[in-house]
Structures are given as structure tokens and as C-alpha cells.
């Protein structure tokens, strides 16, 4: 298994000359996540001045009933919508690693998730590892992070194995394969995030455009991750 700053540098490689349609790629989600946070911001100034005027009002009722269910419904949409694009991405990316594909169209392969086969298999798939996170994160938040990277490959097994015998394997059976795989590369897979924090506070500095660069570059450098795994 190559080293992070090798998975880098392989992904800074593939993405040479493909820097165009890969930034192309990212204008979808990257719009959609900024249009977000804004109507999120929007929305939470009401809350806020209802709260300098009636503090026991909110203390109470309020926010101990519409906030958590309401706060919990829209992120679990907003990471179901997330994936959708994430997977997208990092499907192409490793079709280019694999040789499968050498030109990137943008405004097509960023919706390939959504499209049949794969539309429903990535709904169940991030249904299930959802529920297993948290149940694991309700022991302790270490199992639940260890157990979100030990799943972390069951979409890239799906597709693969989808791609390349035409069968569509079990779900239960890809996040079984996706741990498996992982076994002893969790750790690495976990430094491989925290290389890119300085990175995401730039991006957070640009109001959120730098993610159209950084987007492609994490992703590509992740799909290098899943390329390079022993199997």
C-alpha cells in the first residue's frame, strides 16, 4: 500500500489536464451546499430573535421539540444528497485510474449515482451504515468513528463489483467486503482526512468556492486509496 503523500501524488497526476472538467464536476454540489448554508443562516435569524425576546419560551417547549427532530431530518437529508455527489465523483475518478475513462464529462458524470443501477444501492447502502454508525457511536464516539471508516469503501465495492460482473451484489454483502478490506487500513484512511484540514479552513475562507478545487483533489486522492488497497 502506497504512503499518503504517494496518494497524493498520484491523484495531483491524474488530475493534470482534467483540472477543468473536474472543477466543472463540483459546480453542482459545491452551489448546492453553499445555497444550504445561506437558507440555513436565513432561517436561524428568526430563531434568534425570538430567543432575545421570550428566553424561557425557547428554553422550554420549543426547543426541546421542533429543533432536534427537525435539525436531525434536514442532516440526514443534506448527507444523503451529499453522498449521492461524493460517490459520483469518486467513481469517475477511479474509472480514469482504471482506465475505463480518460475524458471527464462533468455535467453527466456527476449524476451518475442517481441513475439506475445505482440510484437505489446507494440509498440502502447509506441507510444501513447510517444506522450501524450511530448504533456503534451510541457505546462510544471512537467505535462509531472506527466503524464510519471501516464501511467507508462499501460504495466503491459496489460499483466495482457492479461494473465489472454485471451482478448486483448484497448490501449486507458490501459493507461486509468494505470492512473486511479495511482491516488494517483505518488508521491511514484516517490521517489521509485530517491532511486535508488545513485545506478545508482555506476553502471555509472563500465562502466555500475553494471546494470546487478541493473537492476534486480529496476525492481523486481517495479514490488512489481504494485503487491501491490490497485485495
Not at 502506497?2 to 472538467?21: D, I, P, Y
Not at 444550504?36 to 422550554?60: E, H, K, R
Not at 468494505?178 to 485530517?194: E, H, I, N, P, T
Request: proline share 4%.
Amino acid at each position: 500500500m502506497k504512503t499518503n503523500a504517494e496518494l497524493k501524488m498520484e491523484a495531483k497526476q491524474m488530475l493534470q489536464g482534467r483540472w477543468k472538467e473536474s472543477v466543472l464536476m463540483c459546480v453542482i454540489p459545491t452551489l448546492i451546499a453553499i445555497l444550504s448554508v445561506i437558507v440555513i443562516a436565513i432561517l436561524m435569524i428568526p430563531v434568534l430573535v425570538i430567543t432575545q425576546d421570550f428566553p424561557s419560551y425557547v428554553d422550554g417547549s420549543m426547543t426541546s421539540t421542533g429543533d432536534s427532530s427537525g435539525g436531525s431530518g434536514g442532516g440526514f437529508v443534506s448527507g444523503l444528497i451529499g453522498t449521492y455527489f461524493t460517490v459520483a465523483i469518486g467513481w469517475t475518478f477511479l474509472d480514469v485510474f482504471r482506465g475505463r475513462k480518460v475524458m471527464i464529462e462533468p455535467f453527466r458524470d456527476i449524476f451518475r449515482s442517481f441513475r439506475s443501477p445505482y440510484a437505489l444501492s446507494v440509498l440502502v447502502v447509506y441507510l444501513l451504515t447510517t444506522i450501524f454508525t450511530t448504533l456503534w457511536s451510541l457505546l462510544l464516539v471512537i467505535p462509531g468513528i472506527i466503524k464510519y471508516y471501516s464501511y467507508s469503501q462499501a460504495y466503491m465495492i459496489y460499483y466495482d463489483t457492479v461494473e465489472e460482473t454485471g451482478e448486483r451484489p448484497g448490501y449486507l454483502d458490501t459493507i461486509t467486503a468494505s470492512r473486511r478490506l479495511m482491516d488494517g487500513y483505518k488508521g491511514q484512511l484516517f490521517l489521509l482526512d485530517l491532511s486535508f484540514i488545513g485545506w478545508h479552513l482555506l476553502a471555509i475562507a472563500t465562502l466555500g468556492i475553494g471546494y470546487l478545487w478541493l473537492t476534486p483533489y480529496i476525492e481523486a486522492t481517495k479514490a488512489a486509496f481504494y485503487n491501491n488497497l490490497p485485495k
